[in-house]
C-alpha cells in the first residue's frame, strides 16, 4: 500500500521497525536458547562426546555419564502414550467435527480441551495417590504366568512406566485431537460431498476428509508426540526414576525431563550439572525438530486450504452495502 | 444389498466408537476434577490461605507466601512478556503476510512446543548461573519467555477478528499506521487480548518445572526479587512427595486453587472469545 | 419400475408468479408424452427457521438435458441438492413433500440414501477431485460401492474416461495425481467419476462457472453427448448456456418455480412478464 505523503510512510517504516524489533525477539529467544544450553554443556560435551548418548552408566559419584536410559525411558514412554492417546484423540477429533450434534459441540470441545487446561503438577499429583496405587493392585492380581511376559515382569511397586504411560496419555490426548480437528475443519466441505454423491455412507465420507487432510493429522499425531516427550513433573513423580533399560511396563525408568527436574538443584559440581544441561539440549533440539516438522504439515493443509478456497461471505458482506448505495 | 447393509453397519460401529473415545477422554478428566474437589475441599481451611508453612515434619500451617509467590512471580513475568507478545502480535497482523513474518509465527509455534523445562535451563544460564543464587527474578523470567509465544499468536488471531475496514476507515482519516494499529485495531481486540493474556497466564500459573531451578522455594515470606520465593506448584510437588499425611492434605488443597484459578480463566476467555467473534462477524 | 407419463393437460402459462397462489403440479403441455425420471410435487424446503423453496413442482424428462435458470439465492442448487437428498447432510434442514425417483417417493421410508445417491449422481461447481490418482478417483464410487472386481476396474475407468472425453488426455498418466490437471480437466474427472458408477440421473451444479470458455465448451460438448445415455439436470447462472445445452429450462425466482417450457419457447416467447424481464435481463 503506497501512502501520499512521505511524512506517513516515514512513520510507517518507524512503526514497522519496532514492532518487527519485538517480532524479532520471539526469534531471537529460541536462537539464545539454543545457544545458552550449548554454551553451558561444554564441560560434559567435550568430555565424553558421542559415547554420552550410548553409555548406559549414570554414576553421578564416579562421574560417569551415560545418558542412554533416559533416552530409552524418554522414547518408551511417549511411544506408549501416542499407542494409546492417537486413537481416542482423532475419534474426538472426527466425533467434534462431523458427527457430534451441533448443541453438544461445543460443551463436550471445552471439556476435552479442559483436559490441556489442567497443570501437569495435579495430573501429577492425581497420578501417585490415585493412578499408582490402581496400577499397584493391578500388578498384584497380574497371573503368574503373564508377569513371565517381559513386557508385565518385576515387583509390584505401581510407580513405572505404564503408570506414565497412561498419565501422559492422557495430557496429550486434547492436544492432538484440537490439532486434528482444526485440521478437518479446513478440509473443504466438497470432499465429503464428492463422497457422498458417489454413495458413500457416513464412514466412507469421514475417511475421504481424513484422507484430504492426512499430512495435517499425521502433524497433530507428531505434535502430541513432542509434548509427550517433553512433559516432565506428571512423568517425574509416576515414573520411578530409576535410570535403566527395561522394557517392562511395571518396572521404575526414568526420563530426560525427570532426570533434570530431579538432580538439577543436587548437581555439586560442574561436570553433573554440565552433563544434565546437555540432555536439556538434546531435549530442545528433539522437540524443536518435532514441533517444526508437525507445524509445517499442519499449516500445509489448514494454509493451503485458506488460498485454495475463496472466502464467499466476504465478497456478499463487501457487495451488499455497494450495492445498495447506488 | 448385502454389501450396503454390511458397508453401513461398519460406518455405524466407526461412529459409535467416536463417540466413545469422547466418553473415554472424559473420564479421566472427571476423575481427576473429583478427586481435586473431594481431597481438595477438605482439607481447605481458613489457615491455608493465611498462614506460612511449619517445620518439617510439622503438621498445620499454611501456603499463603506460596500463593503471594505466584502471583508475584506473574507479575514479573507478565511485567516484561506482555507488552512484547502484544507488540509482536501487532506487527504479525500488520506487516506478517511475508517471510518473516511466517517466520515468526513458526517460531512462536515451535517454541511453544518446547519443554518448560529447558526454558527453565534457558533462565537459569541468565539469571542464576552469573550470580549463584536462585531468584524470583529467574522465576519470573523462565515464566515470561513461556509466555512470549501464547500471547503473540493470540494477540494476532484476535486482531484479525477486528474487520480490516476498521483500519482502513483511520488511514483515510490521515492516521499513521502505528495510530490506526494502537487507537482503533487493539482497542477493539482489547477485551480479547486480555483473555490471551489470561490464558497464558493460566498456562503458567501451573508451571512447576521451570521454577525448581530458577526461583527455587522459599519457607518464608518474600517479595524481593534477588531471593528465593515460594510458589503454589512448587510447594504442591515439595508436599506431594514428602512422607505426610498432613502434607498430602495441604498439596490437595493447593492443587484445588490452581485448578480453580485455571478453570475460571479458561471459562472467562472462552466466553470473551466467543463474544468477540460473535460482534464482529454481525 | 413403474414410469410416471404427463397426461395431456393443458397449462396455459407455466407455473404461478412469485407470491401468486402456487398450482399444483404444474405440468408443461410439451412434456406430453415424455417418460419422466424424476418428479418433485409440492416440494418445500427450510434451512432452520428460513424457508428457501416454496411448493416446487416439476417433472423431469428422460435422457435429455434440464437447465434452472434464476437469479443468485433463488434456490437453485437447494433444490437440485432435494433431488439426491444432499442436503440431508446440512444440519437443521426439513423437507415437505414429494421427490419420486421412477414413481418412488425418495423421502419415502423404504429409501436407502447410499443406494439413491448412486442412483443420482452429482457434479459440483467447483471441480472437487479427491487428493488420489486419476485412476483411483474414477475408480472410487466403484470400489465403494462394489460394483466392479479388481480384475474389471482398468476396463470401467477407461470408459467412463471416455464417456467424459478425458481419456486421451490422461491415459498416459493415470497414476498421476488428479490435483495436477487443470481447472477444466479436473471438472471432466469428477463427470467421469460420476458417470463411472452409472447414476440414472446427473446433476450437474454450475458445472462451468469455474472455467474458462474453452474449457466449458468441452464440457458443454460433453453434456450434449452425455444426454443419450443419461438423465441430465444442469444448473446454470449463464442464460446462453441454459439455451445451448438444453432442451427444457426452469425459471426460479425467490423460492418459487415461476416457469418451466421447452427451452426455446421460455427463451423467445416466455408465459410471465418476469420471465421475460429476466432474460431480457432488464433486472437482477
Ligand atoms: N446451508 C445453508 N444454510 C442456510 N441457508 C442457505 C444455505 N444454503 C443456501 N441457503 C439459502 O437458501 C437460498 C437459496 O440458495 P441456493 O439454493 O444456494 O441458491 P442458488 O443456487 O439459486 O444461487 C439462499 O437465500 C441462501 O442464502
Ligand atoms: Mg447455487
Redesign the pocket.
Known amino acids: 500500500m503506497k501512502s501520499p505523503s512521505s511524512r506517513r510512510s516515514a512513520d510507517d517504516r518507524g512503526f514497522r521497525l519496532g514492532t518487527g524489533f519485538f517480532a524479532l525477539l520471539v526469534v531471537l529467544l529460541v536462537a539464545g536458547i539454543f545457544w545458552e544450553l550449548y554454551r553451558t554443556s561444554q564441560l560434559s560435551l567435550a568430555k565424553f562426546g558421542f559415547r554420552f548418548w550410548t553409555g548406559k552408566t549414570w554414576d553421578p559419584v564416579s562421574g560417569e555419564f551415560g545418558a542412554l536410559p533416559f533416552i530409552w525411558g524418554t522414547l518408551y514412554s511417549s511411544i506408549l502414550a501416542m499407542l494409546i492417546s492417537t486413537p481416542i484423540a482423532l475419534g474426538i477429533a472426527i466425533y467434534l467435527s462431523e458427527l457430534s450434534p451441533r448443541r453438544l459441540r461445543t460443551p463436550l470441545a471445552f471439556l476435552t480441551e479442559l483436559l490441556a487446561a489442567v497443570p501437569s503438577i495435579v495430573y501429577g499429583l492425581w497420578g501417585v495417590f490415585v493412578l499408582v496405587p490402581i496400577v499397584r493392585k493391578l500388578q498384584v492380581v497380574t497371573p503368574d504366568w503373564l508377569k513371565k511376559v517381559p513386557l508385565f515382569s518385576g515387583p509390584p511397586l505401581g510407580v513405572g512406566m505404564g503408570a506414565a504411560a497412561l498419565i501422559l496419555a492422557v495430557m496429550v490426548i486434547p492436544f492432538t485431537s484440537s490439532v486434528a480437528r482444526e485440521v478437518l475443519k479446513a478440509v473443504p466441505a466438497s470432499q465429503r460431498e464428492a463422497a457422498y454423491a458417489l454413495g458413500a455412507t457416513r464412514w466412507e465420507a469421514i475417511r475421504a476428509a481424513l484422507r484430504f487432510g492426512r499430512t495435517g493429522i499425521i502433524g497433530a499425531v507428531i505434535l502430541g508426540f513432542g509434548r509427550a516427550v517433553g512433559e516432565t513433573m506428571a512423568v517425574t513423580m509416576v515414573i520411578g526414576n530409576n535410570p535403566q533399560i527395561k522394557a517392562s511396563l511395571f518396572a521404575p525408568q526414568y526420563t530426560m525431563a525427570a532426570v533434570i527436574a530431579n538432580e538439577f538443584t543436587e548437581a555439586a559440581d560442574d561436570l553433573y550439572l554440565s552433563a544434565l544441561i546437555e540432555i536439556g539440549l538434546v531435549l530442545f533440539v528433539i522437540t524443536v525438530f518435532i514441533n517444526a516438522i508437525s507445524r509445517l504439515l499442519i499449516w500445509s493443509v489448514t494454509r493451503e486450504v485458506k488460498a485454495q478456497v475463496p472466502k464467499p461471505t466476504a465478497t456478499v458482506a463487501f457487495a451488499a452495502p455497494t450495492g445498495g448505495g447506488q | 444389498m448385502n454389501r450396503t447393509r454390511r458397508r453401513k453397519a461398519f460406518s455405524g460401529i466407526v461412529v459409535f466408537l467416536c463417540g466413545a473415545a469422547v466418553f473415554l477422554a472424559l473420564i479421566p478428566l472427571f476423575f481427576v476434577f473429583g478427586y481435586v474437589i473431594e481431597k481438595g475441599f477438605s482439607s481447605l481451611s481458613w489457615d491455608f490461605f493465611t498462614r506460612m508453612p511449619k517445620p518439617v515434619g510439622e503438621p498445620g500451617g499454611g501456603m499463603a507466601n506460596a500463593m503471594v509467590g505466584t502471583v508475584y512471580l506473574i507479575v514479573i513475568a507478565g511485567a516484561f512478556a506482555v507488552p512484547v507478545g502484544v507488540i509482536a502480535g501487532v506487527y504479525l497482523t500488520e506487516y506478517g503476510k511475508k517471510t518473516f513474518g511466517s517466520l515468526v509465527r513458526f517460531t512462536a509455534d515451535v517454541l511453544n512446543g518446547v519443554p518448560s523445562i529447558v526454558i527453565g535451563i534457558f533462565a537459569y544460564g541468565l539469571a542464576v548461573l552469573p550470580v549463584k543464587h536462585f531468584s524470583a527474578l529467574a522465576g519470573g523470567l523462565a515464566l515470561g519467555f513461556m509466555m512470549i509465544p501464547i500471547i503473540t499468536r493470540t494477540t494476532e488471531e484476535l486482531l484479525n477478528l477486528v474487520p480490516g475496514t476498521l483500519r482502513e476507515g483511520a488511514l483515510a482519516l490521515g492516521a499513521t499506521r502505528a495510530r490506526a494499529a494502537f487507537s482503533v485495531m487493539v482497542p477493539a481486540a482489547l477485551p480479547g487480548i486480555m483473555t490471551g493474556v489470561l490464558v497464558a497466564l493460566a498456562r503458567i500459573a501451573g508451571e512447576t518445572a521451570p521454577l525448581l531451578f530458577t526461583a527455587f522455594n522459599n519457607r518464608y515470606f518474600s517479595t524481593s526479587l534477588v531471593q528465593p520465593i515460594s510458589s503454589l506448584p512448587v510447594q504442591i510437588y515439595t508436599y506431594a512427595v514428602s512422607p505426610y499425611e498432613d502434607w498430602h492434605r495441604q498439596a490437595w488443597a493447593g492443587a484445588l486453587v490452581l485448578v480453580g484459578f485455571v478453570f475460571v480463566f479458561s471459562v472467562l476467555a472462552r466466553v470473551v472469545t466467543r463474544r468477540l467473534e460473535r460482534m464482529h462477524r454481525a | 419400475m413403474s414410469e410416471t407419463v404427463v397426461s395431456e393437460m393443458e397449462t396455459s402459462a407455466g407455473g404461478p408468479a412469485p407470491g401468486a397462489e402456487p398450482t399444483s403440479a404444474a405440468a408443461v403441455s410439451s412434456l406430453a408424452g415424455r417418460k419422466i425420471r424424476m418428479e418433485s410435487k409440492r416440494l418445500n424446503f427450510h ?2 427457521p ?1 424457508q ?1 423453496l416454496w411448493d416446487i413442482s416439476l417433472q423431469i424428462p428422460e435422457k435429455t438435458v434440464t437447465a434452472f435458470i ?10 437440485l ?1 432435494c433431488l439426491n437428498r444432499m442436503n440431508d447432510i ?1 444440519p437443521d ?1 426439513r423437507v415437505e413433500g414429494d421427490v419420486l425417483l421412477d414413481g418412488n417417493d425418495i423421502y419415502g421410508p423404504g429409501t436407502d440414501i447410499v443406494d439413491l445417491r448412486r442412483r443420482v449422481g452429482m457434479v459440483f461447481q467447483k471441480s472437487n477431485p479427491f487428493p488420489k490418482s486419476i485412476f483411483e478417483n474414477v475408480a472410487y464410487g466403484l470400489k465403494i460401492n462394489g460394483l466392479a472386481s479388481r480384475g474389471e476396474m482398468p476396463e470401467r475407468v477407461e470408459k467412463a474416461l471416455r464417456r467424459a472425453a478425458l481419456w486421451d488426455e490422461v491415459k498416459d498418466r493415470l497414476d498421476a495425481s488428479a490435483m495436477g490437471l487443470s481447472g477444466g480437466q479436473q471438472q471432466r474427472l469428477c463427470i467421469a467419476r460420476a458417470v463411472a458408477v452409472e447414476p440414472e440421473v446427473l446433476l450437474m ?1 454450475e458445472p462451468c462457472s469455474a472455467l474458462d470458455p474453452i474449457a466449458t465448451g468441452k464440457v458443454e460438448e460433453l453434456i450434449h453427448e452425455l444426454q443419450r445415455e443419461f438423465t441430465i439436470v444442469i ?1 446454470t ?1 449463464n442464460m446462453q448456456q441454459a439455451a445451448r445445452v438444453s432442451e427444457f429450462t426452469a425459471f ?1 425466482m425467490l ?1 418459487r418455480l415461476v416457469e418451466h417450457d421447452r427451452t426455446e419457447k421460455l427463451f423467445t416467447n416466455p408465459g410471465q412478464k418476469i420471465t421475460e424481464d429476466y432474460i431480457t435481463g432488464r433486472f437482477g
Not at chain 3, 434464476?70 to 433444490?79: A, D, E, L, R
Request: net charge positive.
Open positions: 434451512y432452520g428460513k428457501a434464476g437469479p443468485s439465492g433463488c434456490g437453485k442448487s437447494t433444490f441438492r446440512i434442514t451444479d444448473v447462472h426460479f423460492g
